[in-house]
C-alpha cells in the first residue's frame, strides 16, 4: 500500500482520477480506524464474515427462488382444484343442496365451499406490498379460473378465504393457508442460523486457544523487555508459534549470558581500579597536607567520581530484580536530598504510586536529572503522575537549557556540549545517558524539551 501511494503520488493524474484516488485514501483509513486492533478479533471476524455472506447469499436464493417457486406451485394447485369446481358446477346438474359438491371438495379437495346468492363481490381489501401468497394465487385464479373472484389473505386466521362470481352464484372457498404456500421456509432459516452459531462457537473456541500462545509470548518479551521476571514460559502452540517462542528463549539466555559475563568482568576491573585508588590515598595522606596534596586530593575524588559513572554505565541495570517502589516516597527522598546538598527542589506526584520497577536505577535515573538541573540552574521541579498505565516523570530547571538541534547529542556516552554547559564544572558526560539507558531497560524512554521554566525539561515515561 505504501509503495503504490509512493508510485501514485509521482505520476500526475487527471483530476477524476484524483478525486477517486482520493475517496478511496479516505475509505481506506476509515476502515482501518473501525477494524478492529486485536489478532484474535481480526482472526474472528476472518472466520465470521464470509459465514455471514454465504448466509444472506443462500437465504436470498432460497427465500426468491425456493420459496417462490414452491408457493407458485401450491397456488396453481388451489387454481386447479376451484377451476375444477367451478367446472362440475357450470356443466353438470346438481341437486339442491350441492351436497355432493360440497362432499367431494371437502374428502377430495381438502377445500370449504359453499354456494351464495348471487351478490357483488366485496371490494378488495389493501394487500401488503410483500404478501406473496396474495399475489401468487391471485395471477394462479386469474389464469385458470378466468372469473372475477375476491381473496381475503390479511386477516390472521389459518385460512384463506376465496370468493368466485358464476353466472347463477357466488362460490366461496376455504383453503387453508399451508396449502397455498410453503409454511415451513421457517425451518431452514433455523437450522441454517443454529448450526452457523455453533460452528461459530466452536471456532472462537478453537482459535482462542490458537491465540493464547502468541499473547503469552507477547506478555515474556514484553516482561523482558522490562527486566521483568517472565516466569515459567515455554514454547507451545502452532509449530511457527513454538519456533518463535524457542528463538526468543534462546535470545534471552544469550543476553542474559552476555549481561552475566559483562558484570564479572566490570566487578573484576572495578577491584582493581579501587585497590589502585586506594594506595594513591594511603600515599597522599602520608605526605600529609599541601597545596600540592589538596589538589591531588580533588583530581583523586574526581577519578573515583568518574570511574563509578563509567562502572554504572556499562553494568546498567541488568543484575538488579523488579520490585514494588512507591515512586512518591522516591520522589520526597529526592527532594530531602537535594536539600541537604543546598538546592532548591520541589517535588509532587498524583494517580497511583506503588509500581514495579527497578528502584534503585530509577533513582539513579533521577538523581542523575536532578543534579544536572540543579548543577545548571537555580531551582529545579520534579512532578510525577501516573495515568492510563504510563507513569511520566518531569524535571524543570530555569538554567541555560539545550538548543533543540543538540539534545540528541546529549544523550551521547562521554559527549559534553561546549555551548549549554559549562565545561569547568566536574562530570563524565554520562548522566543523561545513564538515565536513557534506565528508562529504556523499563521500555520507556526519556526526552528532553523547553521547560515553562526557562530552561531544560527532562520528561521521562515509562509503562507502568
Known amino acids: 500500500m505504501a509503495n503504490l501511494n509512493q508510485f501514485l503520488a509521482g505520476i500526475e493524474l487527471p483530476p477524476p482520477f484524483r478525486y477517486l484516488l482520493r475517496g478511496y485514501r479516505r475509505m481506506a483509513r476509515a476502515a482501518y480506524r473501525a ?14 464474515t464470509p459465514i455471514v455472506l454465504l448466509q444472506a447469499v443462500l437465504l436470498y436464493v432460497f427465500m426468491e427462488r425456493h420459496y417462490e417457486l414452491v408457493s407458485e406451485r401450491l397456488s396453481e394447485a388451489v387454481a ?13 346438474p346438481q341437486d339442491p343442496e350441492h351436497a355432493k359438491i360440497e362432499a367431494m371438495a371437502t374428502n377430495a379437495l381438502g377445500l370449504s365451499i359453499t354456494l351464495l346468492p348471487p351478490e357483488p363481490l366485496p371490494p378488495p381489501a389493501p394487500k401488503p406490498f410483500f404478501d406473496i401468497v396474495d399475489r401468487g394465487l391471485s395471477r394462479a385464479i386469474s389464469q385458470k379460473v378466468g372469473k372475477p373472484f375476491w381473496i381475503d389473505t390479511v386477516g390472521r386466521s389459518s385460512f384463506v378465504e376465496i370468493r368466485i362470481q358464476l353466472d347463477n352464484a357466488v362460490l366461496r372457498v376455504f383453503s387453508r393457508r399451508s396449502q397455498t404456500y410453503a409454511t415451513n421456509s421457517h425451518f431452514f432459516v433455523v437450522w441454517m442460523v443454529s448450526t452457523s452459531l455453533v460452528l461459530i462457537t466452536i471456532a472462537m473456541l478453537f482459535l482462542r486457544n490458537q491465540i493464547r500462545p502468541i499473547v503469552r509470548l507477547a506478555n515474556a518479551a514484553e ?5 521483568r521476571p517472565i516466569g515459567k514460559f515455554r514454547a507451545s502452540g502452532a509449530r511457527e508459534v513454538r519456533q518463535a517462542a524457542q528463538a526468543f528463549l534462546e535470545m534471552r ?17 572495578s577491584h582493581d581500579l579501587r585497590t589502585i585508588l586506594t594506595r594513591m590515598r594511603l600515599q597522599l595522606a602520608l605526605l600529609g597536607d599541601t597545596p600540592e596534596s589538596d589538589g591531588m586530593r580533588k583530581d583523586l575524588n574526581e577519578m573515583s567520581g568518574m570511574l563509578e559513572d563509567y562502572l554504572a554505565f556499562a553494568r546498567g541495570d541488568g543484575d538488579e530484580s523488579v520490585q514494588l517502589t512507591d515512586m512518591a516516597l522516591m520522589l520526597e527522598e529526592l527532594e530531602e536530598e537535594a536539600e541537604i546538598s543546598g538546592a532548591n527542589v520541589t517535588a509532587s506526584f498524583e494517580g497511583p504510586s506503588e509500581l514495579q520497577l527497578r528502584r534503585l536505577a530509577m533513582k539513579r535515573c533521577l538523581s542523575n536529572l536532578v543534579t544536572n538541573a540543579t548543577k545548571y540552574g537555580t ?16 524535571v524543570d530547571d530555569d538554567g541555560p537549557g539545550i538548543a533543540e538541534e543538540d539534545r540528541d547529542l546529549a544523550f551521547r556516552a562521554f559527549h559534553r556540549l561546549d555551548e549549554a554547559r559549562n565545561q569547568d564544572q566536574p562530570g563524565s558526560g554520562l548522566g543523561l545517558a545513564i538515565a536513557r539507558d534506565v528508562a529504556r531497560s523499563h521500555g520507556g524512554d526519556l526526552y528532553l524539551e523547553d521547560s515553562p521554566l526557562g530552561g531544560l525539561r527532562a520528561r521521562l515515561r515509562i509503562p507502568g
Open 35 to 48: 477494524m478492529p486492533k486485536g489478532l484474535y478479533s481480526r482472526a474472528l471476524l476472518i472466520i465470521i
Open 80 to 92: 386447479r382444484e376451484i377451476a375444477s369446481i367451478v367446472y362440475v358446477l357450470e356443466n353438470y
Open 223 to 227: 516482561s523482558f523487555g522490562k527486566g
Open 253 to 269: 539466555r544469550r543476553i542474559e549470558r552476555q549481561i552475566e559475563q559483562r558484570t564479572t568482568m566490570l566487578a573484576g576491573v
Open 379 to 394: 531551582r529545579a521541579e520534579l512532578r510525577g503522575s501516573y495515568d492510563k498505565g504510563w507513569l511520566t516523570i518531569t
